[in-house]
């Protein structure tokens, strides 16, 4: 499936996420779901406000979009 940019560089606040997304997206750093998706997974895990809640909403979303594979790094390219 192709990547929905609009999706990608909508701000954050303005996706239908609840609260508890958009809040610990901004406190995270993050305004736009690209910004997420550019994050190295180790830097991802690595933040001190990261948390399997947020993280497992995101995943909920991607794959609602069908854009899942954005979030995960390419074969052979690993950045873990």
């Given at each position: 499936m ?12 303005d ?30 895990l690595?933040?001190?406000n ?22 995960q790094?390419?074969q ?5």
């Amino acid at each position: 499936m192709i990547p929905k940019p609009e999706i990608l560089l909508t701000p954050i606040i303005d996706l239908p996420a609840s609260i508890f997304f958009k809040e610990g997206s901004k406190i995270m750093g993050f305004t736009t779901l690209q910004d997420i998706i550019d994050e190295e997974p180790g830097e991802l895990l690595a933040n001190k406000n990261f948390n399997y809640v947020w993280l497992g909403e995101l995943v909920d979303f991607l794959t609602e979009q069908g854009i899942l594979d954005l979030l995960q790094p390419t074969q052979g390219n690993s950045r873990v």
